[in-house]
């Protein structure tokens, strides 16, 4: 991919994220006064343990799809993802029930379904990104976020509670799977399904699972772990507040993001040699900074008085936990794209050692922060950790040798 091509198909997936995140936000409004913070950290809980489990549903071999440069290759790869998010979703039934009986909470009956629905867009986004479906990958996520949106205020106005917050996420989710299934793998779609040897391109790969599954699993752990203290310290309504923070302040970040890494990655594992490697990875940090910068002040400036505006008076605790997580929001809007640059380089090893520490910073900030000042205080405490370890990070790679 040149660097025309990398342009193209970074327009491509920010025109459709822009589209995605435009209908979140016009309907955020109305999603906030369908549904109560108590129903919203309810339903949070549950997501964000179906993600954990998704994040790792393919074991990361869906990522070593642009590395095959064969259709049969990538056909067999495919096919073992298929298996390994079978196995997962298997999984998330028996934790699934286990909280049920264990926590009587008859929303997590909803658990198998998100896990099969988020890891199968994932896994099918990569599967779209390496055959160039740009376009596709687009329109995946104007379903799946902007429909998500749809979905939760249709299943609010039947005042289904935290059910329609999931319902509309996940339905949405799957339809967007359903567009990144393209192009048709060697073979077909049923010969996935056909018993086949796959010990050996499970081998060839091994460093994703091995590696990468680690480090995303514990990243996703850390918004687990996040919701879980918020309600077990302060109450499900403050864990909603977060919640409904953090998914509109991340927002920009997992779509402009998300768009740009889906483009990077590929064109990072065709450098020619580091230099020019280490060169796209510093313009496009600057890039990020850039946009991220005004972002930070808007919401150190007006945090409290936009939520409260937008959302409802209900949720201006939401915007002084935004105003506390500004700085830490700024630095993961860069972060999120590059986290694929260790990927590229063949330094997953690194990453996960360095995420693993990051990890125990976040929770550390936040429960620090929880102790001296409630909600807002865990905000300051995060933003606190996380620019000392960012800021590792973003030298890391501005000096990569």
Not at 74 to 80: E, S, T, V
Request: hydrophobic letters at 60%; charged letters at 10%.
């Amino acid at each position: 991919m040149n660097p025309h091509s990398l342009q193209r198909a970074t327009l491509t997936l920010l025109a459709g994220s822009a589209l995605a995140q435009a209908v979140p936000l016009l309907l955020g409004p109305w999603i906030s006064r369908l549904y109560t913070p108590a129903e919203y950290g309810e339903f949070s809980l549950v997501w964000t343990v179906a993600s954990n489990l998704a994040v790792v549903g393919c074991a990361r071999y869906e990522f070593a799809l642009a590395l095959e440069t064969s259709e049969k290759g990538a056909a067999a790869l495919l096919a073992l993802c298929l298996r390994l998010l079978m196995a997962m979703t298997a999984l998330a039934i028996v934790v699934g029930a286990a909280w049920m009986a264990g926590a009587d909470l008859p929303l997590a009956a909803t658990l198998p379904f998100a896990v099969l629905a988020l890891a199968a867009s994932q896994a099918l986004a990569q599967w779209a990104a390496r055959g160039g479906r740009f376009a596709a990958l687009a329109w995946a996520r104007v379903v799946q976020w902007g429909g998500g949106a749809v979905g939760q205020v249709g299943l609010g106005l039947l005042q289904l509670g935290p059910w329609g917050l999931v319902g509309g996420a996940t339905l949405a989710t799957a339809a967007a799977a359903a567009l990144q299934a393209r192009p048709t793998p060697a073979g077909g779609w049923r010969q996935l399904l056909k018993p086949q040897p796959l010990r050996d391109i499970a081998g060839k790969h091994k460093d994703f699972p091995l590696l990468n599954t680690p480090h995303a699993f514990a990243g996703a752990l850390q918004d687990t772990l996040a919701i879980g203290l918020l309600t077990a310290w302060l109450g499900a309504p403050e864990a909603g507040a977060w919640a409904l923070a953090l998914r509109y302040l991340k927002a920009p970040a997992s779509l402009v993001g998300g768009s740009l890494s889906q483009a990077l990655y590929p064109r990072l594992t065709q450098t020619a040699n580091l230099t020019e490697a280490r060169a796209l990875v510093r313009r496009n940090l600057l890039l990020l900074a850039a946009i991220a910068l005004p972002l930070m002040l808007v919401l150190l400036a007006f945090g409290p008085w936009l939520f409260a505006t937008v959302f409802g008076p209900q949720w201006r605790n939401a915007g002084e936990l935004a105003r506390s997580l500004a700085p830490y929001i700024a630095l993961h809007f860069i972060a999120a794209p590059l986290s694929v640059v260790t990927m590229a380089w063949g330094a997953q090893a690194w990453a996960l050692k360095l995420a693993l520490v990051g990890q125990v910073m976040f929770i550390g900030g936040l429960a620090a922060g929880l102790q001296l000042g409630g909600l807002a205080g865990a905000g300051w405490g995060v933003s606190a950790a996380m620019l000392l370890y960012f800021g590792y990070f973003f030298w890391s790679l501005w000096t990569w040798d």
